[in-house]
């Protein structure tokens, strides 16, 4: 999986959103189509990037939604007894 492709998916969330003029809605709006439209394995990667800094051409408006929503992006580990 390119990470250089998630960003430009990324950024394209975030153009649409950012014409919102709740910035608060906007963040939720990206946080919730990424959670909704993308595998954890995508989610995972552009989050990881995020926590590494690696990722210098995400949006701000991006970026911060996925900063202030990420913990409910992550794919939920499953438990039980083997």
Same mark, same amino acid.
């Given at each position: 999986?390119?990470?250089?492709?998630?960003? /430009?998916?990324?950024?394209?969330?975030?153009?649409?959103?950012?014409?919102?003029?709740?910035?608060?809605?906007?963040?939720?709006?990206?946080?919730? /189509?990424? /959670?909704?439209?993308?595998?954890?394995?995508?989610?995972n990667l552009i989050l990881d990037g995020i926590d590494?800094?690696?990722?210098?051409?995400?949006m701000p408006l991006v970026r911060h939604a996925l900063?202030?929503?990420?913990?409910?992006?992550?794919?939920?580990?499953?438990?039980?007894?083997?």
């Amino acid at each position: 999986m390119d990470i250089d492709n998630l960003v /430009h998916m990324a950024n394209q969330i975030g153009e649409f959103f950012s014409a919102f003029p709740d910035q608060e809605e906007a963040k939720s709006g990206i946080a919730n /189509h990424i /959670h909704k439209f993308w595998e954890p394995r995508m989610r995972n990667l552009i989050l990881d990037g995020i926590d590494q800094q690696t990722l210098p051409t995400l949006m701000p408006l991006v970026r911060h939604a996925l900063e202030q929503h990420g913990h409910g992006l992550r794919p939920k580990l499953a438990t039980g007894t083997a």
